[in-house]
C-alpha cells in the first residue's frame, strides 16, 4: 500500500548538503505596505539639514560624510556644501547650501582647529541669485539648559543667492570672544529671501560700540530682485555703561541700519523696540553666561524701582528702513523709534522718502514711528494705535492753597489716572516729542485703533458695584488712538476709520510737510478727505483740509479756508484744553472750506 507524501518544497542542493551551513529559509513578503507612518523604522539623522522648498528635514548622516582620505572633507573643513559645529553651550548647528556655491563658516576662536565657538563669520561662495539656496538649523544642547539659539557676527556673499534662511540664528556683537570686524549683513550681490531669528543690538556708547549695517545690493547698481526679509525681534538698546545721568534725550542715529538698493517687496519682523533684559545686565554678564554681575537688576527685565535708568526714550536706539520703494512693511508687535525712507535720516529733503509704499501694518503699539514718503501710500493700519499714550496729560487746573499746601496754589495735570506710573516706562510722547509722523502725496486708507482702553463707572458711588459686592461694573471705551502725531499729504486721502481719540494730533491734506520744516507755509493746494470716520473724540487734535489757521490757530471765525472738502462722520466731540497738536498747532476740531456729515470743531 503506498504512502502519498508530499516532498519538500527546498531545493535538493540544500537537502544534500545538510551539514555545510545554516539552513536557507523560505522568503517572506510583505503583505501589506500601506504602514502607518508612526510605526515607519526610526533612521536616524545626526544633520539637521532642511530642504528649502519643502521646508522638511532630509536624512543626512554624519558617517555618509567621512573621508578618511580628504583632507578637506564635509566633517574636516569649514568649507563646503554641509558645516557643522557648536558653540560654548553645546548648541549645534548646521548650515547648508543647495545649488551651486559653498558656506564658510569661522567662530571667534579660528585657530584652535574646531568649531566649537560662537560664529564670527558666515560667507557664501560661488553663489547664483537664481538657483542658491541656504538653510540654516540648530538644535540645544544635550547637556545643558539654553533656547537653542546660535550667536553670529557676520553675513557676507559677494555673489547673489536665491533665498537665506537661518532658524535659530541670532545676529549680535555680544559673541565671545569678542570680535573686532563690524558686525552686521553684507550681500552685495543682492538676495531675495532673508530669514534668520533676532537682532540683538546692545551699543555701549563707552566702549564705541559701532552700528550695525544689514546691507544689500550694490550702490551703484541697482538691484533686479525684489528682496524680502523676515525677522523675529529686533532689540536695540543704546547706552553708556560708564555714565551716572540717566539718559533722556532721543536717539536718532540709526544702530541697527538696512539698506536696500533696491524695492523692498517684503518686510516682515515681530517687533523692534529696546532689549527685554538691561542692557547694563547683558554687557556686565556676558550675556547672562558669567557670573560677576553685582548690579542692578540682578537678571531679567529692570523692576518697576530701577526702570528710570533704562527709559524707553533715553535707551531705545533707532531702527532704519533704508530702500528705494517698500511693497509691504509688517511689524506684528510694537515698534518703537523705527523710519522708513530713502536716505538715512527721514524728512531730511524734498527726495528723502520712498517712491511709495503699498501698504504698512502695525499690530502693537507704534511709538516714534517716521513714514517718509514721497510719492503714494495705499494701506496704512495701526491696530494698536500711532504714539503711546502712556502718561500724556491733556490738561491742567489751577488748587487752591489750603492748610496742608501752604499758601501757594499749585497747578494739577489731569488727568490724574496717569499718576504712579514708573518713571522711564512712559512713551516718546510723554516726553514732549512726536509719537509719529507720516508724509505722503496720497493716501489711500487710514485705520488706526486705541492704544488703550478706558474704564468708566458710575457717577454714583452706590451704583458702582450692582452685580456683585466690592466689584466695579465698567463701561469699556475706546481710548486713544493717536498721540503727538502728524500725518500730512500734499494731496489727498480717501478713507480714514478711528476707534479711539486724537489727542494732541493733526491729520492735514494739502499739506508739503518738507515746506514746513523749512519754516514756510505748508499749504500750498486744493485736497479732500473723502470719507472721514471716528469713534471717539478730538483733544487738542484737528482734521483739516487745505485750512490755513490763523497765527497758529485753528478757528473757523479767522482761519483761511482753501478748496477742501472732508465728509464723513464723528461720533465724540472736539475739546480744546489749551494742548498743542504735532504741528505746533491749537485749536480742536474739523476744518475745511466743505464739510459734509457730523464734524465738530471746539466752542
Known amino acids: 500500500m503506498g504512502i502519498m507524501r508530499r516532498g519538500s518544497s527546498r531545493p535538493g542542493s540544500v537537502r544534500r548538503s545538510r551539514l555545510q551551513g545554516p539552513e536557507v529559509l523560505e522568503s517572506r513578503q510583505l503583505l501589506a505596505s500601506n504602514i502607518a507612518g508612526y510605526l515607519s523604522p526610526y533612521i536616524p539623522s545626526d544633520l539637521y539639514v532642511r530642504n528649502p522648498i519643502t521646508n522638511q528635514r532630509e536624512f543626512v548622516s554624519a558617517q555618509s560624510l567621512q573621508r578618511p582620505n580628504d583632507p578637506n572633507g564635509p566633517l574636516v573643513s569649514n568649507q563646503g556644501k554641509i558645516v557643522s559645529g557648536k558653540d560654548r553651550a553645546g548648541n549645534e548647528y548646521t548650515i547648508t547650501v543647495h545649488g551651486p556655491g559653498q558656506v564658510i563658516v569661522t567662530d571667534t576662536t579660528p585657530n584652535d582647529g574646531a568649531l566649537d565657538d560662537d560664529i564670527a563669520t558666515i560667507q557664501i561662495v560661488g553663489s547664483n541669485i537664481r538657483s542658491t539656496y541656504v538653510t540654516g538649523s540648530t538644535v540645544a544642547s544635550a547637556r545643558t539648559l539654553t533656547n537653542g539659539v546660535v550667536k553670529f557676527n557676520q553675513l557676507i556673499a559677494a555673489q547673489g543667492v536665491k533665498s537665506i534662511q537661518l532658524n535659530g540664528f541670532d545676529l549680535t556683537n555680544s559673541v565671545s570672544p569678542a570680535q573686532s570686524a563690524a558686525t ?102 556676558q550675556d547672562g553666561t558669567v557670573e560677576t554681575w553685582s548690579g542692578y537688576p540682578v537678571s531679567g527685565p529692570p523692576p518697576a524701582a530701577y526702570q528710570f535708568f533704562y527709559n524707553i526714550v533715553g535707551t531705545t536706539g533707532r531702527t532704519s528702513l533704508q530702500a528705494l520703494a517698500v511693497d509691504n512693511l509688517k511689524v506684528r508687535g510694537s515698534a518703537k523709534n523705527f523710519t522708513a525712507q530713502k536716505n538715512t535720516t527721514p524728512f531730511t529733503s524734498s527726495e528723502s522718502g520712498l517712491r511709495y509704499l503699498r501698504r504698512a501694518t502695525f499690530g502693537g503699539n507704534a511709538d516714534a514711528v517716521a513714514l517718509d514718503v514721497n510719492g503714494n501710500i495705499g494701506d496704512l493700519t495701526f491696530k494698536k494705535g500711532l504714539g503711546d499714550p502712556t502718561g500724556v496729560y491733556t490738561a491742567s487746573a489751577t488748587v487752591p492753597s489750603t492748610s496742608e499746601t501752604g499758601t501757594a496754589t499749585q497747578t494739577q495735570l489731569l488727568p490724574a489716572t496717569n499718576y504712579g506710573i514708573p518713571a522711564g516706562s512712559t512713551g516718546y510722547p510723554a516726553a514732549g516729542d512726536l509719537g509719529g509722523v507720516v508724509r505722503a502725496r496720497n493716501i489711500r486708507s487710514i485705520r488706526a485703533k486705541a492704544a488703550d482702553v478706558h474704564l468708566i463707572t458710575a457717577q454714583n458711588p452706590d451704583f458702582v458695584s450692582l452685580n456683585q459686592p466690592g466689584t466695579p461694573d465698567y463701561v469699556v471705551q475706546p481710548g486713544t488712538a ?122
Open 184 to 285: 552686521g549683513i553684507f550681500l552685495h550681490g543682492g538676495v531675495q529671501t532673508l530669514q534668520f531669528h533676532d537682532i540683538v543690538g546692545i551699543f555701549d556708547q563707552s566702549t564705541g560700540a559701532a552700528p550695525y549695517q544689514i546691507t544689500i545690493g550694490d550702490p551703484n547698481v541697482p538691484l533686479k530682485v525684489k528682496p524680502s526679509i523676515y525677522l523675529d525681534s529686533i532689540y536695540n538698546s543704546v547706552f553708556d555703561s560708564t555714565s551716572d545721568t540717566i539718559p533722556t534725550t532721543p536717539i536718532t542715529t540709526p544702530y541697527v541700519q538696512f539698506s536696500i538698493n533696491g524695492t523692498v517687496q517684503n518686510f516682515s519682523i515681530v517687533s523692534a523696540t529696546q532689549s527685554a533684559v538691561a542692557p547694563n545686565y547683558i554687557a556686565g554678564s
Open 482 to 603: 493717536m498721540t503727538n502725531t502728524a500725518i500730512t499729504t500734499d494731496g489727498s486721502i480717501n478713507h480714514v476709520n478711528v476707534t479711539g481719540n486724537l489727542l494732541n494730533s493733526e491729520i492735514k491734506t494739502g499739506f508739503n510737510y518738507q515746506t514746513y520744516l523749512q519754516g514756510l507755509q505748508g499749504t500750498r493746494r486744493a485736497s479732500r478727505i473723502a470719507s472721514y470716520k471716528q469713534n471717539g473724540d478730538l483733544v487738542n487734535s484737528v482734521v483739516s483740509a487745505t485750512y490755513i489757521p490763523a497765527n497758529g490757530v485753528y478757528n473757523q471765525a479767522t482761519g483761511t479756508a482753501g478748496r477742501g472738502q472732508i465728509r464723513g462722520h464723528v461720533r465724540g466731540f472736539a475739546y480744546g484744553t489749551g494742548g498743542r497738536t504735532a504741528l505746533g498747532n491749537y485749536g480742536a476740531g474739523v476744518f475745511a472750506r466743505s464739510k459734509i456729515g457730523r464734524l465738530p470743531v471746539s466752542p
